[in-house]
C-alpha cells in the first residue's frame, strides 16, 4: 500500500534482519478495514520472510499511537455481516501477530483507545514513551472490547481490564500501562523510546531464529482457540454497533469531534 496520507496506508521496510512495519490514517491513525487487511497481510507475510528476524510494528505522525475503529466505517455498518467483517479485520490482525513466528516489538508513541490498546497488548513487547495513556472507550458507545478483550486480558490480567472496560470513560497514564504490563518500558521522551527499540531489535536481529521461534510459542501457549474465539467475539460486536443507542453515542461523538 502506497504512502496515501489522504486515505491512510501501511507502509513495510527491512534493513538488516528487522521489518518495520508502519500504519497511518490521518484521524488519529483509527482503523478502517482497508488498514486492518493490510496489517494482517503484512504481519503474516514477515512471519514468512527468511530475511525478516524481527518486526517493529509503529505509527506514523507524532500524536496518536492508535485511535480504535474508525468511526466513519462504524456509521456506515448496515447489517450484521458488514459489522461482523468489520470487526473480524482486529481479529486478523491479532491472530496475525499471534501465530507470526518472529517475535513483535511496539512502538507507543501516543494515546491508544479501543482497538489500540489491542494492538499495544497483542505485540510480544511494548515500548512507550510519557504520555501514551490508554482507554477501552467502548462500553461508552455501546460496543464493548469484545475482540481486542482476550489479547488484552492475558497481557494485564481479568482485573485491570475489568477497570479499563468498565470506566470506558478515564483515561490511565503509560505508568498505569507500565506497571499493569501493557507496556514493558516507558521513556521520558521519544528519543529514548527509540534508542531502546533500536537496541533490542538490533540485538534480537542477532539471536537465535529457532529459539525466538520457541520462545513465542511458549508466550501464545494457551492461545490456540483464538481463531474461533476471536471470530465468536466479532460477531457480538458485529450485532451491538447496529443498536440505536450505538448509532446515536458514534454519532455525538462525530459531531463533538467536528
Not at 3 to 11: F, P, Q, S
Not at 125 to 132: D, H, S, T
Not at 186 to 198: L, R
Not at 205 to 230: C, I, R, Y
Request: aromatic letters at 8%.
Amino acid at each position: 500500500m502506497a504512502k496515501d496520507i489522504i486515505n491512510g496506508y501501511v507502509d513495510v521496510e527491512t534493513h538488516k534482519g528487522i521489518t518495520t512495519i508502519e500504519f497511518f490514517h490521518p484521524q488519529s491513525n483509527s482503523l478502517p478495514r482497508r488498514i486492518l487487511e493490510a496489517l494482517a497481510i503484512e504481519i503474516h507475510d514477515a512471519g514468512k520472510d527468511k530475511e525478516t528476524k524481527v518486526i517493529v510494528l509503529r505509527s506514523a505522525g507524532e500524536k496518536a499511537f492508535c485511535a480504535g475503529a474508525s468511526f466513519n466505517e462504524l456509521t456506515q455498518i448496515e447489517n450484521e455481516k458488514r459489522g461482523y467483517d468489520f470487526f473480524s479485520g482486529f481479529a486478523d490482525v491479532i491472530n496475525a501477530i499471534r501465530k507470526c513466528s518472529k517475535l513483535v516489538i511496539g512502538r507507543i508513541h501516543g494515546k491508544c483507545v479501543g482497538g489500540g490498546v489491542g494492538l499495544a497488548a497483542a505485540v510480544d513487547y511494548a515500548i512507550a514513551v510519557e504520555g501514551a495513556d490508554v482507554k477501552l472507550s467502548e462500553l461508552a458507545v455501546g460496543i464493548g472490547p469484545f475482540v481486542v478483550g482476550p489479547a488484552i486480558e492475558r497481557k494485564i490480567g481479568t482485573s485491570a481490564f475489568s477497570q479499563l472496560a468498565i470506566d470506558a470513560a478515564m483515561w490511565r497514564n503509560s505508568e498505569w500501562a507500565r506497571r499493569k504490563g501493557l507496556f514493558a518500558e516507558v521513556h521520558p521522551a521519544v528519543e529514548g523510546m527509540d534508542e531502546s527499540i533500536f537496541r533490542l531489535s538490533n540485538q534480537l536481529a542477532h539471536s537465535s531464529p529457532e529459539a525466538m521461534q520457541e520462545l513465542k510459542q511458549v508466550f501464545w501457549k494457551g492461545t490456540e482457540n483464538w481463531d474461533s474465539l476471536l471470530r465468536e467475539r466479532a460477531e457480538i460486536s458485529g450485532r451491538l454497533v447496529l443498536s440505536p443507542f450505538t448509532k446515536e453515542a458514534i454519532a455525538k461523538f462525530k459531531t463533538k469531534a467536528s
